[in-house]
């Protein structure tokens, strides 16, 4: 491997680390979002139970499962920024590896 081609490589990782920050920025915000949605429709439901005259045990359950897909969607947020982290994570594994081979390649 020639050193032009391990610092093109830097570069071009450095920009996808750019271009990551900027994509785990909007998934934060969509876990954030699904998270506000979720706990919102929750709480109404459980208001709506309550007022249905649902024992107050079993309230949070039943409320849970009422509003599933709002539970699985804030999940899938949740996984989805997880993954854009550790692809971040990889990233920067790639870069440093490079530069190592970058440092070897100019000592020798």
């Given at each position: 491997m020639?050193i032009?081609?391990i610092?093109?490589?830097i570069?071009?990782?450095?920009?996808?680390?750019?271009?990551s920050?900027?994509?785990?920025?909007e998934?934060?915000r969509d876990?954030?979002?699904?998270?506000?949605?979720?706990r919102?429709?929750?709480?109404?439901e459980?208001?709506r139970?309550?007022?249905e005259?649902m024992q107050v045990?079993?309230?949070?359950?039943?409320?849970?499962g009422?509003?599933?897909e709002?539970?699985?969607?804030?999940?899938?947020a949740?996984a989805?920024?997880k993954a854009?982290?550790?692809?971040a994570d990889?990233?920067?594994?790639?870069?440093?590896?490079?530069?190592?081979?970058l440092?070897?390649?100019?000592?020798?």
């Amino acid at each position: 491997m020639h050193i032009t081609d391990i610092t093109k490589e830097i570069h071009a990782a450095s920009q996808r680390l750019s271009k990551s920050a900027d994509a785990l920025f909007e998934l934060g915000r969509d876990k954030a979002e699904t998270e506000r949605e979720y706990r919102s429709e929750l709480a109404k439901e459980m208001l709506r139970l309550k007022a249905e005259g649902m024992q107050v045990t079993l309230i949070t359950d039943i409320a849970k499962g009422n509003v599933s897909e709002k539970l699985f969607q804030r999940d899938l947020a949740e996984a989805r920024f997880k993954a854009g982290i550790e692809a971040a994570d990889a990233i920067k594994i790639q870069v440093s590896a490079l530069q190592t081979i970058l440092k070897y390649q100019t000592d020798i």
